[in-house]
């Protein structure tokens, strides 16, 4: 398996601009999970799904961050409009269960740098 | 929610063992405790969790105290690719109904370097 796939890998843009960040979870895995990291904060969960559905959205930031997961294989999180202070490391992770017993597997990242 | 106090930092010299604290004096009975670690410019990734047992596997080994208000994750001989920040966690084990929320926030962990 290739494992949780992220893109992009790095997306610079300007403030006010639309970005939008994609995964595609691990085949058979029922959670997915977006996570964002920074140096002030460490790695917070902003939201996750099971199976397709959003159950937890409170680490969402603000109503311009928004996630969807159309189907199993698929999901983004979109920043609209981006603002300098969403700078940051973007991680979206997937697992079989919430965690609790199992693991998660965590794709490599999607730098964001807005300017 | 239950959280976890880890140093920010700690050096081994390579070779050596490395003990890794970590407390979490407001655990609750039903919180599973998680180690992950994170490589430079990389994605965390999982090392070994535990309930209440002593737990081994071929990365590492997890020692949970009698009282569970501590563990301390074992690297039986440091390697230069073992350095990483290494993060603690508590996932409480509720029903897996879908419903309810849980907050899986890894905080700061323990930057480990190791020495050759």
């Given at each position: 398996d290739a494992g949780v796939i992220q893109s992009p890998r790095h997306e610079v843009t300007e403030m006010g601009q639309e970005v939008t960040l994609r995964c595609k979870p691990i085949s058979g895995h029922d959670y997915l999970f977006w996570y964002r990291q920074t140096m002030m904060r460490g790695l917070e969960l902003l939201i996750y799904f099971n199976n397709n559905v959003p159950i937890d959205d409170s680490g969402m930031p603000e109503d311009r961050f928004s996630a969807k997961m159309p189907n199993a294989s698929f999901s983004t999180l979109k920043i609209q409009?981006?603002?300098?202070?969403?700078s940051a490391v973007y991680f979206c992770a997937s697992s079989r269960d919430r965690g609790s017993t199992g693991e998660l597997f965590f794709g490599e990242g999607s730098r964001l740098t807005v300017l | 929610d239950a959280k976890t106090t880890q140093p920010n930092s700690m050096e081994s010299n390579e070779e050596e063992p490395v003990h890794l604290p970590c407390n979490h004096s407001t655990i609750s009975g039903t919180d599973y405790i998680h180690w992950y670690r994170q490589l430079p410019s990389q994605g965390p990734e999982y090392v070994i969790h535990g309930l209440t047992s002593n737990v081994n596997n071929r990365m590492a080994s997890l020692t949970i105290a009698e009282d569970r208000k501590s563990s301390t994750l074992i690297l039986h001989r440091a390697t230069l690719r073992d350095a990483a920040v290494y993060y603690c966690i508590l996932i409480p084990r509720y029903k897996?109904?879908?419903?309810g929320s849980y907050q899986l926030t890894f905080g700061k962990g323990t930057k480990l370097s190791v020495i050759p």
């Open positions: 409009p981006s603002e300098p202070r969403d | 897996d109904s879908g419903a």
